[in-house]
């Protein structure tokens, strides 16, 4: 059973902070990790993907990727509320092509 | 450019009955991937087809089925409903296999 782990928060950051959003996952051999915002009653929506281990950076949004600890974050810097939604996470393993996703973090922007 | 649709929206049923959800990926994507997701939970995967084909299952009864049309569209057909069944179900589409998924709107399915 491939597992991906997030804490569920709720998260909650005053605007203009950063928000840090954490996600481990269990099969070592993952290859695609991505991060999915999701808004009360709507579907989620991309926000950025990631491959390789290190930083990926898209606007206000900053990936890290540690494939070695199993660990993959989402940097969100000067929060606005409107970022207040579920934060999902989303890992793809070498073998098959199921996404597994984690049940999200809820994360609130304090005007 | 329009993004993945799901028909319907919203849809009431009754224990037993039979439901087909429609999902349409986004123009030139030729995979498609249904998931339900739970109030509180992340979404779960249910099938991936690709070129018609199912590509992948996830742990599933087999009273859920799904197929893909020559256009890409796809139908969920969920027979002898539950009330457990009751979710949001998401339709998502990507270019192939191994790539980035978009999510449609979704259709909220409720089982009384």
């Known amino acids: 059973q491939k597992e991906v782990e997030q804490n569920s928060g709720p998260l909650s950051v005053p605007e203009g902070a950063i928000a840090s959003l954490n996600c481990t996952y269990s099969?070592?051999?993952?290859?695609?990790f991505f991060w999915y915002r999701q808004y009360s009653g709507k579907s989620p929506e991309l926000i950025m993907s990631i491959y390789s281990n290190g930083d990926k950076e898209d606007g206000r949004f900053t990936a890290q990727l540690n494939k070695a600890s199993q660990y993959v974050s989402l940097l969100i810097r000067d929060s606005q509320p409107s970022d207040s939604a579920t934060y999902l996470c989303a890992v793809k393993p070498n073998t098959g092509n199921q996404f597994y996703f984690g049940t999200g973090t809820s994360l609130t922007v304090i005007p | 450019d329009a993004g993945v649709t799901q028909s319907p929206t919203h849809l009431i049923k009754t224990r037993g009955q039979q439901v087909t959800l429609r999902c349409s990926p986004i123009s030139g994507h030729k995979s498609v991937s249904w998931y339900q997701q739970v109030l509180g939970q992340g979404p779960q995967f249910i099938f991936q087809y690709y070129e018609k084909e199912e590509r992948g299952r996830g742990n599933f009864p087999d009273r859920f089925s799904a197929r893909q049309f020559p256009n890409y569209s796809s139908e969920l057909n969920v027979n002898a409903l539950l009330l457990g069944d009751s979710a949001l179900y998401l339709c998502?589409?990507?270019?192939?296999?191994?790539?980035?998924?978009?999510f449609g709107p979704g259709t909220r399915l409720l089982v009384l």
């Open positions: 099969d070592r051999v993952s290859q695609s």
């Open positions: 998502a589409s990507s270019p192939g296999l191994q790539e980035t998924q978009y």
